[in-house]
């Protein structure tokens, strides 16, 4: 069984800096991209930032300049280090991997997001 975990997020001021994790587990043979979304309430999901296995990031424009994604492939972790943060950053955020595990099999995964709140 594979699987996502995520840790980090919180609250914080704005201007202040939160790094967010997320773990894939189980018989993995490839993460090909692994990513962050997020939600604020009322509004649609929205990429923040991926990462391709073969070195490839993409960020959205609000967060460029100010979040870094990063990978771990051996530790099949992403980072996101978010600085300079805002309070229009306040939202849910879920890590995404897109997969394939031991016995070829294909997966989109989505971690249970965790919560990312900014005080003005």
């Known amino acids: 069984q594979v699987q996502l975990v995520e840790s980090g997020g919180g609250l914080v001021q704005a201007g202040g800096s939160l790094r967010l994790s997320c773990t894939a587990s189980g018989n993995i043979l490839r993460i090909r991209t692994m990513g962050w979304y997020r939600q604020a309430p009322g509004k649609q999901r929205e990429l923040v930032a991926r990462?391709?296995?073969?070195?490839?990031?993409n960020y959205a424009d609000s967060v460029k300049g100010r979040f870094a994604i990063s990978r771990d492939n051996a530790k099949n972790t992403v980072y996101l280090q978010m600085n300079s943060l805002k309070p229009e950053d306040t939202a849910t955020y879920y890590c995404?991997?897109?997969?394939?595990?031991?016995?070829?099999?294909?997966?989109?995964?989505w971690g249970q997001g965790t919560q990312v709140t900014v005080s003005s």
């Open positions: 990462a391709a296995d073969h070195g490839t990031t």
């Open positions: 995404n991997a897109d997969l394939v595990d031991s016995w070829y099999d294909d997966y989109d995964l």
